[in-house]
């Protein structure tokens, strides 16, 4: 059992975190935000069901990962990964439109 692909998805996470809080883009600024987060990884998990059930997703073999899973198939660090992926693009997004706001005069 290796924790490597875990601790480095915690690892990317909390640099989000971190950035979040800098710059007060997502979370920092309103906790409606965690709800959009948690609302994409709940939607690509049922994804992510429905491709095993059909036969499409599988875990294979990685030894970098820990063995967990939550249903067949599925590894625990999925979530994690879904989080982090969908962490990741919400704070693009809040980037580029702070950046645009601050461009065109406005503020965001």
Same mark, same amino acid.
């Given at each position: ?5 875990l ?6 996470i909390?640099?989000?975190?971190v ?8 979370i ?7 709800? +959009? $987060? &948690?609302? @994409?990884?709940v939607?690509?998990l049922v994804?992510?069901v429905? /491709? ?5 997703f ?23 990964? +879904? $989080? &982090?992926? @969908? ?9 580029f /439109? ?6 065109s005069?406005?503020s965001?």
């Open positions: 059992m290796s924790f490597i692909y601790a480095a998805l915690l690892f990317s909390s640099g989000l975190a950035l979040d809080f800098r710059f007060k883009l997502a920092a600024k309103s906790a409606r935000y965690l709800c +959009l $987060i &948690l609302i @994409s990884v939607f690509f994804w992510d429905a /491709g095993i059930q059909s036969g499409i599988f875990r294979g073999d990685a030894s970098h990962m820990t063995g967990v899973l939550l249903t067949d198939e599925l590894p625990l660090e999925e979530v994690f990964f +879904l $989080i &982090l992926l @969908s962490y990741s693009s919400l704070l693009l997004l809040k980037a /439109g702070r950046r645009e706001a601050k461009r005069g406005g965001k």
